[in-house]
């Protein structure tokens, strides 16, 4: 076996292990159940949710965003060059030059915030009494702030936890996918180690809230486990993808394709981040400066990462 080869497998197999164990960790253990918890353990749950949401942050910007808007810039300028090389000195300049600066990238990734927001406000329109029930929620979230001063912020209607949670999981999906992919295609065992390194550094914590998003959601233990050993899967995928298309087989088309998708998916890891994880951890007026300093802590150890990711 070529060593090469054997350093690939070997990632493979760490991508698979290290989102199993860091996915399960929270649904596996009562103690990370919200529901039961009181006093100091409800209390270091509400910071370890925080710092979940950092990373989460941190994941959506640093990593998810950033990799969706240098894709995208980069196939959208070798298109231009190309349709420069073909019609030979025959096109435009200007127009060239427009259609290369526009922000392409920018506008995938809204489609993505935009088209998650249609898919929940279609689920709210389509289920019946949906709107009943958010309001009677509503009213008794009221009741709740006047009874109980310290709650822990409102909870999501029953249309919305679920679907956010799965659309977190189809987007960090896409994200894994793409990124067993691209330590697939590195052309050295160094840079396929450093890489992967990189990928199970963020990887860990990524998925680690992952599992504690579901578990504060309400779903069952056996779809929780099943949404995690999907999740698993996704990033081994990419890697014996990238082992069996050789790297000069990858055509313009594939890579601009790859892009959208992982635009797409920043998009909608962007609405679920800002529209569900933050808001439901920050919704507590309790202890705010400790839960600031653990976002921004979640937040730091992924823009840390980024420097090799």
């Known amino acids: 076996m070529e060593p090469l080869l054997g350093v690939k497998i070997g990632c493979l197999f760490s991508l698979l292990v290290l989102t199993l164990v860091c996915g399960l960790i929270p649904i596996c253990f009562k103690w990370f159940q919200t529901a039961t918890a009181t006093g100091c353990h409800r209390r270091v749950l509400s910071l370890l949710g925080c710092t979940s949401a950092g990373v989460f942050l941190g994941a959506g910007f640093m990593h998810m965003t950033a990799e969706a808007l240098e894709g995208i810039e980069s196939e959208i300028r070798k298109l231009v060059m190309q349709n420069k090389t073909n019609s030979k000195g025959n096109s435009s300049d200007a127009a060239d030059s427009t259609f290369a600066e526009y922000p392409y990238g920018e506008l995938i990734i809204s489609l993505g915030f935009f088209f998650v927001f249609l898919l929940e406000s279609l689920a709210l329109q389509c289920c019946t009494g949906a709107a009943g029930r958010s309001e009677v929620q509503e009213q008794e979230w009221g009741m709740a702030n006047v009874l109980e001063p310290h709650s822990h912020g409102p909870l999501p209607s029953p249309s919305q936890g679920p679907l956010r949670a799965l659309l977190l999981l189809l987007s960090l999906s896409f994200h894994s996918l793409f990124e067993g992919l691209a330590v697939g295609l590195q052309p050295t065992v160094a840079a396929t180690v450093q890489l992967c390194l990189a990928v199970l550094a963020h990887k860990g914590l990524v998925v680690f809230g992952v599992g504690l998003r579901l578990v504060q959601v309400g779903t069952g233990s056996r779809w929780a486990v099943l949404s995690i050993l999907s999740l698993a899967l996704m990033s081994p995928l990419g890697l ?70």
């Open 240 to 309: 014996a993808l990238g082992l069996a298309v050789p790297q000069e087989d990858s055509t313009g088309g594939r890579r601009l394709a790859q892009a959208v998708l992982e635009g797409m998916a920043a998009g909608t890891f962007l609405y679920v981040t800002f529209l569900e994880i933050l808001p439901r951890e920050l919704a507590s007026p309790e202890a705010p400066l400790a839960k600031w300093g653990c976002v921004a802590a979640g937040f730091a150890f992924m823009a840390f990462i980024a420097l090799w990711a």
